[in-house]
């Protein structure tokens, strides 16, 4: 099965790598390379620790790097003393981080949901932990989709879990898998194809 999760885990990484190299610019550290996307934060408070290296978005948060968003109550990033980039994005009781990434050319999104979301450097792990989905949609249509407790990739080995549980986003507990056949998906895309060239 074609799954959405590489796409869509190497926008988290980057957002999370982005914000570290901000925290680094504001110490004089040298600034990313021109051809990497900025990054925006919007949110109602920052609090910025030099001393324990972290930076503390609150109210709101909204991320966008690229073609990249993502929503949240709180985000915090860190460094430890090894140089490893650490991330976690919260919501508050009742919401969910929301992660949405764009690819126009393959008229795709692919949008991630779960109550915390976690990027670990060391191990360069992105864990979606609480009512987590991920869904890939066609032209505003959702094709592949899986929902769990717990939904872990492993970027070193390009490799992921959904494990269920009490807090699972699929019914009874379970993880819930769905992959159209590529067939279905190659025809939507022809009919956003054709929709884009009738309208020019």
């Known amino acids: 099965m074609k799954t959405p999760f590489p796409a869509l885990i190497a926008s988290i990484a980057a957002c999370i790598l982005s914000l570290a190299a901000q925290a680094a610019a504001a110490q004089g550290a040298p600034a990313p390379a021109q051809d990497e996307p900025d990054t925006v934060i919007l949110s109602d ?29 709180k985000l915090v990033t860190r460094e430890d003393a090894q140089g490893n980039q650490f991330g976690t994005a919260t919501a508050d009781k009742g919401r969910v981080v929301t992660i949405r990434q764009e690819n126009p050319e393959k008229f795709e999104t692919i949008i991630a949901t779960g109550l915390q979301a976690d990027y670990a450097g060391s191990s360069g792990d992105i864990t979606l932990t609480g009512q987590a989905t991920v869904t890939r949609q066609i032209c505003g249509q959702s094709f592949d989709n899986v929902r769990g407790a717990r939904i872990i990739y492993h970027e070193k080995s390009g490799t992921y879990e959904a494990f269920g549980g009490q807090n699972s986003a699929a019914a009874g507990g379970r993880v819930r898998s769905l992959a159209q056949p590529q067939s279905r998906i190659d025809q939507a895309i022809a009919r956003c194809k054709a929709k884009k060239a009738d309208r020019s």
């Open 45 to 73: 408070t920052l609090h910025y620790d030099d001393v324990n290296k972290t930076s503390t978005f609150t109210g709101n948060v909204v991320l966008t790097r690229g073609s990249m968003t993502l929503r949240g109550d």
